[in-house]
């Protein structure tokens, strides 16, 4: 019977003990829940639970919390960032570090509220390295088909965006290649298009960008198209779960076709749209109009449509759709070229 009671005082001094070494936070209803405070960016506070999960409550409804590591609390109105157990005294939040006198930020006046790793996130953020800050992922499609037909086709894609605080740079490529052996000629599809593209903000809407496009299409005869272009953009919907940007501005153009080639200059006019679904599936869009300043009433568009879902952290499903149509191609060679790809996405981050 003593070595029974001796036991649960044991497992009771324990689970106490790690009750204290949590986190805790008491909201003005009076609930508490204990855990790790991960971020707040002074209008929300995310809290990592043993049985909730991680969840997501209103900073205004905090009365109470308590922090048993150092935390990293930056004020709005002064700018500065403060590092140290975190508690709340009345309507002020105060950050008491392991050497020195505490500091006292207003809870209103908190502009983030971050844990070690959530700092260590955004310190790379502000400044990243040339390899760092990288999210993307590359989709291989491959079809075959043999007896009445003999055909092969694979389509290739990949991209790659970097943002940083207030600056982006992307990357994609595409291409699809695609036999028929029993007709002639016998490649029906060879074409290949890829692009670079850097934005910087001035402000929370307003940014400046400028790219390089280059498209090579076998059956329309065009060796290469170079597109290098400049201008303004506005951030009409800016969130982490949507994105809606309107671009205007210039560029240059040259192509070279296999019986000529040709220079042209022309605007640069276009929007990017980007949503998160649910069930981890993101929806890309972007439509670009290229109208001709060297030959009044000729034009290029570029249309893309992108959908990709995630089986789990590295693979997920991807379909991508491309229209591409100029008023102007070589003598017998169609305006549109149209592309369309699905198959397995390897996602990566950097």
Same mark, same amino acid.
């Not at 930056?74 to 939040?93: H, I």
């Not at 290029?300 to 990709?308: E, G, K, L, W």
């Given at each position: 019977? %003593?070595?029974?009671?001796?036991?649960?005082?044991?497992?009771?001094?324990?689970?106490?003990?790690?009750?204290?070494?949590?986190?805790? #936070? &008491?909201?003005?209803?009076?609930?508490?829940?204990?855990? !790790?405070?991960?971020? $707040?960016?002074?209008?929300?506070?995310?809290?990592?639970?043993?049985?909730?999960? /991680?969840? %997501?409550?209103?900073?205004?409804?905090?009365?109470?919390?308590?922090? %048993?590591?150092?935390? @990293?609390?930056?004020?709005?109105?002064?700018?500065? &960032?403060?590092?140290? /157990? #975190? $508690?709340?005294?009345?309507?002020?939040?105060?950050?008491?570090?392991?050497?020195?006198?505490?500091?006292?930020?207003?809870?209103?006046?908190?502009?983030?509220?971050?844990? *070690?790793?959530?700092?260590?996130? @955004? !310190?790379?953020?502000?400044? *990243?390295?040339?390899? !760092?800050?990288?999210?993307?992922?590359?989709?291989?499609?491959?079809?075959?088909?043999?007896?009445?037909? !003999?055909?092969?086709?694979?389509?290739?894609?990949?991209?790659? #965006?970097?943002?940083?605080?207030?600056?982006?740079?992307?990357?994609?490529?595409?291409?699809?290649?695609?036999?028929?052996?029993?007709?002639?000629?016998?490649? &029906?599809?060879?074409?290949?298009?890829?692009?670079?593209?850097?934005?910087?903000?001035?402000?929370?809407?307003?940014?400046?960008?400028?790219?390089?496009?280059?498209?090579?299409?076998?059956?329309?005869?065009?060796?290469?198209?170079?597109?290098?272009?400049?201008?303004?953009?506005?951030?009409?919907?800016? $969130?982490?779960?949507?994105?809606?940007?309107?671009? /205007?501005?210039?560029?240059?153009?040259?192509?070279?076709?296999? *019986?000529?080639?040709?220079?042209?200059?022309?605007?640069?006019?276009?929007?990017?749209?980007?949503?998160?679904?649910?069930?981890? &599936?993101?929806?890309?869009?972007? @439509?670009?109009?290229?109208?001709?300043?060297?030959?009044?009433?000729?034009?290029?568009?570029?249309?893309?449509?992108?959908?990709?879902?995630?089986?789990?952290?590295? @693979?997920?499903?991807?379909?991508?759709?491309?229209?591409?149509?100029?008023?102007?191609? *070589?003598?017998?060679?169609?305006?549109?070229?149209?592309?369309?790809?699905?198959?397995?996405?390897?996602?990566?981050?950097?």
């Amino acid at each position: 019977m %003593e070595r029974v009671v001796r036991y649960l005082s044991l497992s009771f001094l324990l689970l106490t003990s790690l009750t204290l070494l949590a986190d805790q #936070v &008491t909201l003005t209803n009076g609930d508490r829940l204990t855990g !790790e405070i991960v971020k $707040s960016d002074g209008k929300t506070i995310t809290v990592k639970t043993e049985f909730a999960g /991680t969840v %997501e409550i209103q900073w205004s409804a905090v009365r109470d919390l308590r922090s %048993e590591k150092p935390e @990293f609390v930056q004020s709005k109105s002064t700018k500065q &960032t403060y590092s140290g /157990t #975190v $508690s709340v005294e009345g309507d002020n939040v105060v950050v008491k570090p392991e050497n020195g006198s505490s500091a006292m930020v207003a809870k209103s006046d908190v502009a983030a509220l971050r844990s *070690p790793a959530e700092q260590s996130s @955004f !310190e790379k953020l502000q400044h *990243p390295g040339l390899l !760092e800050g990288w999210n993307g992922g590359a989709n291989v499609g491959f079809a075959l088909a043999a007896g009445n037909s !003999e055909t092969r086709s694979l389509s290739l894609a990949f991209n790659a #965006v970097r943002t940083g605080l207030h600056d982006k740079l992307a990357l994609s490529e595409s291409s699809l290649y695609s036999t028929n052996g029993l007709s002639t000629p016998s490649t &029906t599809a060879n074409l290949i298009q890829g692009g670079a593209r850097y934005d910087h903000d001035f402000d929370g809407f307003l940014f400046v960008f400028g790219g390089a496009d280059f498209m090579s299409d076998a059956l329309q005869a065009l060796n290469l198209r170079s597109v290098f272009s400049g201008g303004l953009g506005y951030h009409i919907i800016k $969130s982490d779960a949507t994105m809606l940007d309107f671009l /205007t501005g210039v560029n240059y153009t040259r192509e070279n076709y296999v *019986p000529f080639s040709r220079n042209t200059a022309g605007l640069t006019l276009g929007e990017d749209f980007m949503h998160k679904m649910k069930h981890s &599936t993101v929806l890309t869009e972007d @439509f670009t109009f290229y109208p001709d300043l060297s030959d009044t009433g000729e034009y290029r568009t570029n249309f893309d449509f992108a959908t990709t879902t995630k089986m789990n952290k590295w @693979f997920g499903w991807q379909n991508t759709f491309s229209d591409i149509y100029v008023t102007n191609p *070589p003598l017998g060679a169609k305006k549109n070229d149209v592309l369309f790809s699905t198959g397995l996405n390897v996602s990566f981050t950097h």
